[in-house]
């Protein structure tokens, strides 16, 4: 994709260079959990492209979607939880009525999962060259096991675990935190996959940990034009790392934008208010922090119209954001273009400074 | 170098003395000399020779009244350790911690019970330090009940009247943890410790577990209750950006030492000590041009050291961009001196990391 301000996560249609085939196309997404009388609506109707290489980082508070948005992508949501409805294109090729099987073949082939914590990922009782082992044997199993082994080895290489050969035969409790991740890291890359989604990979990391990793997933991108789904709470992350940024509210992706966009710019009163409430040392002597009030809504009985508006300084007492769902507005800021889903888009788009 | 050290090799506990008086601040009220604190863990050496862990080596700081003290640095440099050994809830293998000028350790049962009530701790995870069985109101009275402090009215009325300060109702006082959000139980948290109304409270990190608009709520209240009750803080934080934004004064703690200790204005301006300079120039801004600013950074190189294993002299050479391999840096253990009024560092060659760095702090609108 090319041009000042690469809009990738756009809806159809609305992207410039939508000759280039997208590494991922996420359609009408929608996924719901369900228990009696209770329908929760996680994931609504979400939809947008990433190319090659892009780094995307999905950001909101807890509750808004981010990980559902993540298990639905890859068909890891389990009952109650239910997609209902979307199309997921990987590398043109709809992954979402695929069969179980089928799909575990894709899974880790050419889309992987990082997650946050990534105890969750090993098993504390098999060593880490076992592990690494069986992950790339799943997807090869004509691989003999000497060959494997060689492969697993370079792979911590890669993610730079010193002396990997030797490390092969340690247990995950023998290695830190940061190793730990990035031999996660190292199982999900393993085939090389078109798009990884890593869910908060670094929250619980110690800052020079962090960059450690973010580096590797670098590199990652560099090498192997991986596109990258980065979800955080971490707004700092997203500048880091990110090009692109999609804020998820109430199942939503609220404002999407390139990364700069929502820095300067930030359009959404929710994206505003986000990025306000983080601790800003030279915002100290204007008394307290401007804090959210309220709570993200509950996704089983949504508010009408904007489903921010309760909360939104903006919204608050206006008819019509009480009254209707904002469409996705296309606008065009001093950082480029975005998405705003919000009926004062075009007039916030001038006004808003941060 | 140490034929032009301004001030003489920490002798006083650093930040007691004159700065305190010079500019007007508060008295010490809390103060730790040669802290140290060994854990014994189970594995022997080849000789069958039990092994220490020292989780805090040699750690000499002063809290003055009514400021926000910080405490930062990575998971295992100790600086837990540390706040419960300046309550007292753990007991230091050596060394001393005063509060208001009383040695800790001569004090008897009954009046260190008197003296915890003065000093209180919030802890990180509010979903684990609260009694799920136990009411709002209840988990609040309890330590009322605990010093037999007022008949029950009054105790309840002082529970509500904090609750209420906290921002919680009489009606929520019936309910249980579980019904309760993260930033709602955290204000329990701080309610409890709150009630008693101490003179310190140790704030371990109490919003790393909560969102990024329920941290700036919980930070906000805590604002508001230090300048209602003239309280003393110590925050524990391992991220950089809310303890500058919170305190006065941060000690960087590594592998159980202070490696500086200042001002926050001098900390993040003008940080002298390599493992700040890396460590602050490691945390994420929210602001435009992260990716230039990250390709800019002093990356410590490796791992932490093991506090088992733990180097000779620096205790970050191992990891240093300025002191690796360097042969007084390997051999000798850099004292905590004063550099500039105010500012402690404990380096051979504080302040060389920050020439060539990156500021810590970028110029607010980067165009990328």
């Known amino acids: 994709m090319s041009g000042p301000a690469p809009m990738p996560a756009s809806p159809p249609g609305d992207s410039p260079g939508a000759s280039a085939q997208p590494a991922l196309s996420v359609r009408n997404l929608s996924t719901v959990f369900e228990s009696p009388g209770r329908t929760v609506h996680a994931v609504r109707d979400v939809s947008f492209d990433m190319r090659p290489t892009e780094r995307l980082g999905v950001v909101g508070e807890s509750g808004s979607g981010k990980s559902a948005l993540a298990l639905s992508i890859l068909g890891l949501i389990e009952p109650p939880g239910r997609v209902v409805g979307g199309e997921i294109r990987l590398g043109g090729r709809d992954i979402s009525k695929l069969s179980d099987r089928a799909l575990g073949a894709v899974r880790g082939n050419d889309i992987a999962l990082v997650l946050q914590d990534p105890m969750s990922a090993l098993d504390p009782v098999r060593t880490i060259g076992r592990q690494v082992v069986d992950a790339i044997a799943v997807h090869e199993p004509e691989l003999r096991r000497a060959a494997a082994r060689k492969r697993a080895a370079e792979l911590l290489r890669e993610v730079d675990i010193p002396q990997a050969e030797r490390r092969l035969d340690d247990y995950p409790h023998q290695y830190s935190g940061g190793m730990r991740q990035r031999v996660a890291i190292a199982m999900a890359i393993a085939h090389n996959p078109s798009v990884l989604i890593a869910d908060e990979p670094t929250t619980a990391l110690d800052v020079t940990t962090q960059s450690q990793v973010l580096a590797l997933l670098d590199r990652l991108v560099e090498q192997h034009r991986t596109a990258v789904i980065l979800i955080t709470h971490n707004l700092g992350i997203v500048s880091d790392f990110c090009d692109s940024v999609a804020v998820m509210y109430a199942g939503r992706f609220v404002e999407t934008s390139g990364v700069d966009h929502i820095f300067l710019s930030p359009t959404h009163p929710y994206s505003e208010a986000l990025l306000k409430c983080v601790p800003n040392p030279e915002r100290l002597a204007e008394g307290p922090l401007p804090a959210i009030t309220g709570f993200p809504p509950d996704l089983s009985q949504l508010p009408h119209g904007c489903s921010f508006q309760p909360r939104c300084p903006v919204g608050k007492d206006i008819p019509e954001c009480r009254g209707q769902t904002p469409q996705p507005h296309t606008v065009e800021g001093p950082s480029g273009a975005a998405i705003v889903e919000c009926h004062f888009a075009e007039q916030r788009i001038g006004e808003v400074k941060v | ?368």
């Not at chain 2, 010079?22 to 863990?41: M, Q």
């Not at chain 2, 050291?305 to 002299?313: E, I, T």
Request: proline content about 8%; some cysteine; aromatic content about 6%.
């Open chain 2, 1 to 368: 170098m140490s034929a032009e050290q301004p001030a003489p090799v920490a002798q006083t506990v650093p930040g007691a003395g004159s700065p305190a008086a010079s500019n007007g601040a508060g008295a010490p009220v809390l103060e730790a000399e040669n802290l140290v604190k060994t854990f014994e863990i189970r594995s022997e050496d080849r000789f069958g020779r039990k092994l220490g862990v020292t989780v805090l080596d040699d750690i000499s700081l002063a809290v003055r009244k009514g400021e926000s003290f910080g405490l930062v640095g990575e998971s295992g440099c100790g600086k837990s350790t540390l706040a419960r050994c300046l309550l007292r809830l753990l007991e230091p293998t050596a060394g001393t911690v005063r509060f208001e000028g009383q040695d800790l350790a001569e004090l008897g049962r009954e009046e260190l019970r008197a003296m915890r009530r003065r000093m209180q701790f919030v802890f990180q995870d509010p979903f684990a330090s609260l009694d799920p069985r136990m009411t709002a109101g209840q988990i609040v009275e309890e330590p009322l009940l605990v010093h037999e402090i007022g008949d029950g009215a009054e105790r309840r009325a002082t529970m509500l009247k904090m609750l209420a300060d906290v921002g919680l109702t009489e009606e929520q006082a019936g309910r249980r943890p579980h019904a309760f959000s993260g930033g709602q139980r955290q204000r329990i948290g701080i309610a409890r410790a709150f009630v008693l109304r101490p003179d310190v409270v140790i704030l371990d990190e109490p919003i790393s577990a909560l969102d990024v608009s329920v941290q700036a709520q919980v930070l906000n209240l805590l604002r508001r209750l230090q300048t209602q009750l003239g309280l003393t803080y110590v925050f524990i934080s391992h991220d950089l950006a809310v303890a500058e934004y919170f305190c006065d004064r941060v000690a960087v703690l590594y592998l159980g030492q202070v490696m500086e200790f200042s001002s926050r204005e001098l900390l993040f301006r003008k940080p002298l000590h390599p493992y700040s300079v890396s460590l602050l120039s490691a945390v994420p801004v929210p602001q435009a041009g992260g990716r230039s600013r990250r390709a800019k950074r002093v990356q410590p190189i490796g791992e932490v050291s093991s506090v088992v294993d733990r180097p000779k002299g620096c205790p970050f050479e191992p990891r240093c961009p300025v002191g690796r391999g360097r042969e007084v840096c390997k051999g000798e253990r850099p004292p905590l001196v004063e550099h500039a009024p105010g500012q402690w560092a404990a380096c051979h060659f504080a302040g060389e990391a920050t020439a060539g760095a990156t500021p810590a702090k970028p110029p607010s609108q980067v165009p990328s």
